[in-house]
């Protein structure tokens, strides 16, 4: 049954990690970033492309709310928390699209 008050918030964060110099570093990497948004924010994250890249990643972001407004708050202190506290990432890009 279809709930007209489900929203789910994604984005896709491009990131450029100009340290890394090997698919393990960057694995580690990652796998911490994903971790610490999980738990900062009770969102779902992943890497979803770039998985053979060394220094390029691309995670996906997803939140699940009742408001736009509150999936829109969730996403922007996602990536400000990104540039906040792990300087040695670069955010190059996002897209972000709000589902009802």
């Given at each position: 049954?279809?709930?007209?008050?489900?929203?789910?918030?994604?984005?896709?964060?491009?990131?450029?990690?100009?340290?890394?110099?090997?698919?393990?570093?960057?694995?580690?990497?990652?796998?911490?970033?994903?971790?610490?948004?999980?738990?900062?924010?009770?969102?779902?994250?992943?890497?979803?492309?770039?998985?053979?890249?060394?220094?390029?990643?691309s995670i996906g972001v997803a939140v699940v709310t009742t408001s736009q407004v509150h999936a829109q708050d969730v996403i922007r202190t996602v990536m400000h928390w990104i540039e906040r506290n792990r300087p040695e990432i670069d955010i190059v890009g996002e897209t972000v699209e709000i589902l009802y």
């Open positions: 049954m279809y709930n007209p008050s489900v929203i789910l918030g994604t984005c896709i964060i491009e990131l450029y990690l100009p340290g890394v110099h090997s698919l393990k570093e960057k694995r580690r990497i990652l796998k911490s970033l994903i971790a610490r948004l999980h738990r900062e924010f009770n969102i779902s994250c992943a890497e979803v492309a770039l998985h053979d890249a060394w220094q390029s990643a």
